[in-house]
């Protein structure tokens, strides 16, 4: 059996030296595989050796006969494990975890943990600049492969080195809250059982996700106001907003009587989170103006109350923002117009 063994030696950046050892069952055109990776040159020399000998006697070389323990999980088998392990996260962080995973998986899946390098995982950024992916999901599969490395014990992560694997600079895009028009003008295109859900975020700027995780018990009809769970707020905690009262009065036209109300049942039946994203960007197309996300309402309510003159730390307070830093930077915009929206007169239409 013809073949070849070599040893492979790199610079680690505790200033240590690991030795590859590789090697290919017949001409250049065998694939090259991983024989193990060793900080003593004397090992690596050992390994070699004895994959000589086994090709010299025409045999497939087979490591997990070595009394060095089994082969490597492959990237695939440790992400498995590493994600059932995500006990601290949302299973809404796993899904996105395990999404960026999967993009690295048709090229590196097979290879052994401890045999990936940073070529390999620099192979792994250009194979995805060159299918057109973003620059954001580019990162997060980069991040989802070293997490990956780090729960398998990999020393000196090769994802993490930034002198070899460049990543694809990143252009934040320009936010441009919007004026009333275009809200107005999405609303009349809405469908009915999504309109209050838009009105509610226009007022409040809560996240979409408040849509479907505030429940008829969290609405304090005496004084008119609803409760944002901690789960729906950057601050993780609960917060109170209060309605105007044509806004409280169409959102207790759609409940049943008091003695009849079901407290765990949703304020916002009708809606949820994914489908009022998706209605709100056809609204917009059939209304003739610029597409915007539930999201961008909540810069716009910010925009609004700093154009107001409200201290940072009372829109901090009242969108559930965490970092005053943030609200100042990232979600204040300069409107090109501030008017409010006349929430009778389109609840009246």
């Known amino acids: 059996?013809?073949?070849?063994?070599?040893?492979?030696?790199?610079?680690?950046?505790?200033?240590?030296?690991?030795?590859?050892?590789?090697?290919?069952?017949?001409?250049?055109?065998?694939?090259?595989?991983?024989?193990?990776?060793?900080?003593?040159?004397?090992?690596?020399?050992?390994?070699?050796?004895?994959?000589?000998?086994?090709?010299?006697s025409g045999r497939a070389p087979v490591l997990s006969l070595l009394v060095d323990g089994p082969p490597a999980l492959t990237l695939t088998q440790a992400g498995e494990r590493w994600h059932?392990?995500?006990?601290?996260?949302?299973?809404?962080?796993?899904?996105?975890?395990?999404?960026?995973?999967?993009?690295?998986?048709?090229?590196?899946?097979?290879?052994?943990?401890?045999?990936?390098?940073?070529?390999?995982?620099?192979g792994l950024v250009a194979d995805l600049v060159a299918k057109g992916k973003k620059p954001g999901t580019i990162r997060k599969t980069?991040?989802?492969?070293?997490?990956?490395?780090?729960?398998?014990?990999?020393?000196?992560?090769?994802?993490?080195?930034?002198?070899?694997?460049?990543?694809?600079?990143?252009?934040?895009?320009?936010?441009?809250?919007?004026?009333?028009?275009?809200?107005?003008?999405?609303?009349?295109?809405?469908?009915?059982?999504?309109?209050?859900?838009?009105?509610?975020?226009?007022?409040?700027?809560?996240r979409v996700a408040a849509i479907d995780h505030t429940n008829v018990g969290d609405y304090d009809e005496p004084r008119r106001r609803v409760?944002?769970?901690?789960?729906?707020?950057?601050?993780?905690?609960?917060?109170?907003?209060?309605?105007?009262?044509?806004?409280?009065?169409?959102?207790?036209?759609?409940?049943p009587h008091p003695r009849f109300r079901d407290p765990e049942a949703r304020l916002f039946a009708d809606s949820g989170a994914d489908a009022l994203r998706t209605a709100i960007a056809k609204a917009c197309t059939a209304a003739g103006v610029a597409v915007f996300s539930p999201h961008d309402l909540r810069h716009r309510r910010i925009s609004l109350l700093h154009a107001r003159g409200v201290p940072w730390a009372r829109i901090a307070q009242f969108v559930g923002q965490r970092k005053l830093s943030v609200t100042a930077d990232t979600y204040t915009h300069v409107l090109m117009d501030e008017a409010e929206i006349d929430y009778a007169a389109l609840l009246a239409a």
């Open 1 to 56: 059996m013809a073949g070849s063994v070599w040893i492979r030696s790199r610079a680690t950046k505790s200033g240590g030296v690991r030795h590859r050892v590789e090697y290919r069952l017949g001409g250049r055109e065998a694939p090259t595989q991983f024989a193990g990776s060793f900080t003593r040159k004397r090992d690596a020399t050992l390994r070699k050796a004895w994959l000589l000998g086994e090709i010299a």
């Open 84 to 122: 059932a392990s995500r006990f601290d996260v949302a299973e809404s962080t796993k899904v996105q975890q395990s999404t960026s995973l999967k993009l690295a998986l048709p090229l590196l899946g097979k290879s052994a943990v401890d045999a990936i390098t940073t070529r390999d995982v620099a």
């Open 142 to 206: 980069v991040q989802a492969v070293a997490m990956v490395l780090d729960h398998s014990g990999i020393k000196d992560n090769p994802a993490r080195d930034r002198v070899v694997v460049k990543l694809p600079r990143e252009q934040a895009e320009e936010v441009n809250p919007r004026i009333a028009e275009h809200v107005v003008g999405a609303f009349r295109r809405l469908p009915e059982k999504h309109k209050l859900a838009l009105l509610f975020l226009d007022w409040s700027g809560a």
């Open 227 to 255: 409760r944002l769970r901690k789960a729906t707020t950057k601050s993780k905690r609960a917060l109170w907003i209060d309605l105007p009262e044509v806004l409280a009065e169409a959102i207790e036209a759609t409940l």
